[in-house]
């Protein structure tokens, strides 16, 4: 029994079928991928009739598994050939087909004596094949796809470059070794006296070239090998576990003997057919393997699913930019990251935010619609690698494609979009060390390009909504000051057009003078009104005793008070400290106190009163809540909702007698309130009187 021959072969299975899940689970309706998976298969096979023939204990078995492996080996180099064909893009209908064939009439032959036509001992084996007399063309076949195959690849091989040409220097010298390996087992067919000690190079070649086939879609090396020697030995060990359970059985029921062996080949085939058809056993492994192999790799990607969750959080764009530039560098070690954006009303795409040393090459590029890569990603959405799209055929711009990544150093082109809004993309070159974009980066890139075009376009509607409110604000603004300054303007019109016909009366100067200056100050009012609405400034703020501020308001109101003869009461408390300004708090509660006061005129026992509330804030922290409260009539239920809105009053506007009935003193204490990051709302019951509630944050 020839040991090396048995434990290769064993391994050469082993490998081959682990190799053809791993890569078909990837990408399963992808051509390559197919025709790959059809090569680990047949390599599969043929290993299998060579671990069985080496197991052989008599020369009609031997034979038997000898012209099975011939049959399967024929198989090899042309679906190989097609393989090849599929990797570089070219097309051979008419040669895969004679090449299929060929193949099938020939493996039709293998198991008659036109092609093994006995086995006898020969040096190191108890069986080895004798050629029959179609031998030589079965070489011929052989040879002739093997040398058309690796033509094929030299002349993709020069015409390729960067990462592609890596690729296929990759699948060139795995596939010589592979097929050298496999060519040292006709060397004895001739008698001429060499092993087959290439037979081990199989396993060899099967990675190699599953390793160049995974790298072209986007796979880590390391977690390929994991789940190659993985799946290896739990198909294994269940076949063995299987085959022993099925074996015990048999022999205590007296089987023939050589059903072990049997019993083995159609375990370890069931055992495949789990993993390729139940997809929870693999994703369950891989599960497993990920964490185990790819520690590292795992906090790279923690990193980049944490800032999907953090944009959202970042107040302004520009932090947006800079964040997501940065963050998506370290993470995946990318030598330059730039993002290229188009808001409302833009027609190119500008980079907003880069970083990396070859920032400069990104700066002087910029996008329109018509370029090609823009096309592309705003036609599928989904992230492309430049590198892929510069070798396929399908796409027709690959030549302008080729020229952007060479000029620009840009890899990844992640799309930016949100609903059917393309914004723009993010751009990554190289990372350290040609380590590749896998699958799952690009996911959590794709995640993170959508999230920053989704928070693009709620802030791009939120604009929108704030310009809406402000035009809405703005005519309001306009409609009650035109109706405000009407009135004293048409008072002095009045009197300046009666100045020629009694301009000489005493009584009429003396009353034009005091209407002149009533109007004049009136107007001064308004225009003091609104520039206090209007004021958005920033004022100083530090620690306020909100008791101080209510008794310093009454005993600024205290004569209005009497005058109008109503009673004031405050609740005996101390509440927390406030932030905030003094002097605005001040002008918010004399605003307050002075409408409740002109709301209880003709009500029978007038009262204010105070009180104070502390609750806990929805964002954290503690609120003090003011209260302040009057037993007048009530606000008007249509007017209730717009009672902070400007030139918004219960009283008749244009009131020339008194410096009130404008409608801006509620919108003004809204104001400030919201610059002191409150809050005011307001109760009211017509007839029984109106309360209103003033939220402020305490001091930690």
């Known amino acids: 029994m020839n040991y090396f021959g048995l434990v290769s072969s064993l391994i050469n299975v082993l490998a081959s079928l682990a190799l053809g899940i791993a890569v078909f689970s990837r990408k399963p309706r992808d051509s390559k991928t197919l025709t790959f998976t059809l090569v680990t298969v047949n390599v599969a096979v043929w290993s299998g009739f ?19 492996l011939s049959s399967a080996a024929i198989f090899i180099p042309v679906i190989y050939f097609h393989f090849s064909l599929r990797l570089t893009g ?3 209908n008419r040669e895969i087909i004679t090449g299929y064939a060929l193949a099938l009439a020939l493996a039709g ?17 108890l069986f080895w094949p004798r050629p029959g007399a179609l031998y030589p063309f079965y070489l011929a076949f052989f040879f002739y796809f093997l040398v058309r195959t690796a033509a094929l690849l030299v002349v993709e091989f020069r015409q390729a470059s960067f990462l592609r040409r890596n690729q296929l220097l990759y699948v060139l010298v795995f596939t010589l070794i592979g097929f050298i390996g496999g060519s040292t087992n006709y ?3 001739y008698e001429v006296p060499v092993p087959p000690f290439g037979n081990g190079l199989v396993a060899v070649y099967m990675i190699g070239v599953g390793y160049a086939v995974i790298r072209f879609r986007l796979m880590e090396f390391n977690l390929l090998i994991a789940r190659l020697v993985s799946y290896a030995a739990i198909i294994l060990g269940l076949a063995m576990v299987q085959t022993c359970a099925v074996s015990l059985i048999y022999w205590m029921q007296g089987a023939p003997e050589g059903l072990s062996l049997n019993v083995f080949w159609g375990a370890l085939l069931s055992t495949v057919g789990l993993f390729m058809t139940v997809p929870g056993v693999r994703r369950r492994l891989e599960g497993i393997l990920e964490r185990r192999v790819l520690g590292e790799v795992t906090l790279r990607r923690a990193r980049l699913r944490q800032l999907a969750q953090r944009i959202s959080s970042i107040e302004d764009e520009e932090g947006i930019f800079r964040e997501t530039v940065q963050s998506v560098a370290d993470a995946l070690e990318v030598n330059h990251v730039g993002l290229f954006l188009r808001f409302e009303f833009e027609s190119s795409f500008m980079l907003r935010s880069v970083v990396g040393n070859r920032a400069a090459n990104l700066r002087n590029e910029h996008f329109t619609e018509d370029v090609p890569l823009i096309r592309l990603l705003q036609k599928s959405s989904h992230a492309v690698l430049l590198d892929e799209l510069e070798h396929d055929l399908a796409v027709a711009d690959r030549n302008a494609i080729s020229r952007l990544r060479r000029e620009s150093g840009i890899e990844l082109a992640v799309p930016v979009y949100a609903d059917t809004f393309f914004y723009g ?3 990554l070159g190289r990372r350290n060390l040609d380590a590749l974009f896998t699958d799952t980066d690009v996911s959590l ?8 075009g989704l928070n693009l376009r709620s802030r791009q509607l939120e604009r929108q909504a704030n310009q809406s409110e402000k035009l809405i604000a703005l005519g309001t603004l306009a409609a009650g000051l035109a109706h405000e300054i009407r009135n004293p303007l048409v008072s002095i019109r009045t009197f300046s057009e009666l100045i020629g016909e009694q301009g000489g009366d005493p009584e009429f100067r003396r009353e034009f003078r005091n209407i002149v200056s009533r109007d004049v100050g009136r107007i001064a009012t308004i225009i003091e009104n609104i520039s206090a609405f209007a004021d958005n400034a920033q004022v100083k703020a530090g620690p306020v005793n909100i008791r101080e501020v209510i008794d310093g308001v009454y005993d600024i109101a205290r004569p209005e008070f009497v005058k ?3 009673s004031f009461e405050a ?9 905030g300004n003094y002097s605005q708090l001040l002008q918010v509660f004399l605003n307050l106190f002075q409408n409740a006061i002109h709301a209880l005129d003709s009500r029978p026992e007038p009262k204010i009163s105070v009180g104070y509330q502390v609750v806990e804030g929805e964002e954290g922290g503690r609120m003090v809540i003011v209260s302040v409260t009057d037993n007048g009539a009530g606000i008007d239920e249509a007017v209730r909702g717009r009672i902070f809105d400007p030139f918004i009053t219960t009283r008749a506007t244009g009131d020339r007698g008194e410096k009130r009935g404008m409608g801006l003193g509620l919108a003004i204490v809204k104001r400030i309130v919201e610059g002191h990051r409150g809050a005011i709302t307001m109760t009211s019951e017509s007839g029984r009187g109106t309360t209103f509630f003033v939220h402020l944050p305490c001091l930690p």
């Open 564 to 566: 109008a003869s109503v």
């Open 187 to 189: 060397f004895l067919w």
């Open 571 to 579: 609740a005996d408390l101390d509440p927390p400290m406030v932030r």
């Open 109 to 125: 032959l293998a198991f008659t004596p036109w092609i093994v036509s006995r086995v006898e001992p020969n040096r190191w084996f």
């Open 90 to 92: 070219r097309f051979a």
């Open 50 to 68: 060579y671990f069985c023939w080496m197991l052989s204990h008599d020369q009609a078995t031997a034979l038997f598994y000898c012209r099975n």
């Open 425 to 427: 993309f993010l751009a």
């Open 445 to 452: 890139l794709e995640t993170i390009g959508l999230q920053v």
